[in-house]
């Protein structure tokens, strides 16, 4: 069953929670693991609150390395500079075709332009989606009948 705004509403209020729900979705990544620079500590996510926008961070637990990544990192959400709820929502906004002004008015984004960059992003993302699922059916079908 689809989300309705409600959902994401609610989804929204806890931004831990946030975090873990768009990480199950495959929208967060899942960075648990070696510290990919000094190999000795541990990754984690942990509160950080010169992460403004997140409040979260991964964190090497090597005092040394101490590395930290924005949860954001090689996510759909890489580079943008809204709050996580805020970018959520536009997603959902734009997803679902609501009128810019609207979105602007709701989510207090001052340039109408940027809600435009959003939308035309969300869509390339949708559009090269859709070819490579098309394209994997068409492999997986070719394979299916080449070991007949």
């Not at 729900?21 to 000094?38: A, E, I």
């Not at 810019?100 to 959003?118: A, C, N, P, Q, Y």
Request: hydrophobic share 30%; glycine share 6%; net charge positive.
């Amino acid at each position: 069953m689809p989300y309705v705004y409600d959902d994401i509403y609610e989804i929204c209020k806890n931004r831990r929670y946030l975090i873990d729900w768009l990480q199950r979705f495959g929208l967060l990544g899942d960075v648990v693991g070696v510290c990919s620079v000094c190999v000795e500590g541990s990754v984690r996510l942990v509160e950080d609150k010169s992460y403004r926008n997140d409040g979260v961070v991964w964190r090497c637990s090597n005092r040394q390395c101490n590395k930290k990544t924005s949860v954001r990192e090689g996510s759909w959400y890489s580079g943008t500079h809204f709050l996580i709820e805020q970018s959520v929502k536009l997603t959902y906004y734009c997803v679902y075709e609501l009128p810019g002004k609207f979105i602007s008015r709701e989510l207090k984004i001052s340039r109408d332009h940027t809600v435009v960059d959003w939308r035309n992003f969300a869509r390339e993302v949708c559009i090269l989606y859709s070819v490579l699922e098309q394209d994997s059916k068409q492999i997986k079908g070719f394979r299916e009948i080449s070991r007949n």
